[in-house]
Nanobody, 116 residues
Framework: QVQVVESGGGLVQPGGSLRLSCAASGSTFRAYTMSWYRQAPGKERELVAAIGNVGGSSNYADSVKGRFTISRDNAKNTVYLQMNSLKPEDTAVYYC?????????WGQGTQVIVSS
């Protein structure tokens, strides 16, 4: 069992930045693929960014490429999402996911609101 806890959400003006953090429990963190998803009101949950285990390869949704960066610190069991040049359409609840084989663990989410 892996527990993941997100933090770092909040209210930010358009063009601003936020860094989300996701802390995961367990000694096998480095084996997990870590991802950030988001869900806006009335919309389905969508993948924002993902980062592989030891190799650390990453991929992004087209809507966030060039603005968001996902990274991980295996020593701290933490994955980050640096979000720059935020837009109102980035407003959503952001969820962290840890996945390994058939196992998938979700956090409770952190709210991001981009508004002036």
């Amino acid at each position: 069992q892996v527990q993941v806890v997100e933090s770092g959400g909040g209210l930010v003006q358009p063009g601003g930045s936020l860094r989300l953090s996701c802390a995961a429990s367990g000694s096998t963190f480095r084996a997990y693929t870590m991802s950030w998803y988001r869900q806006a009101p009335g919309k389905e949950r969508e993948l924002v960014a993902a980062i592989g285990n030891v190799g650390g390869s990453s991929n992004y949704a087209d809507s966030v490429k060039g603005r968001f960066t996902i990274s991980r610190d295996n020593a701290k069991n933490t994955v980050y999402l640096q979000m720059n040049s935020l837009k109102p359409e980035d407003t959503a609840v952001y969820y962290c996911n840890a996945a390994l084989s058939v196992f998938s663990f979700w956090g409770q989410g952190t709210q991001v609101i981009v508004s002036s």
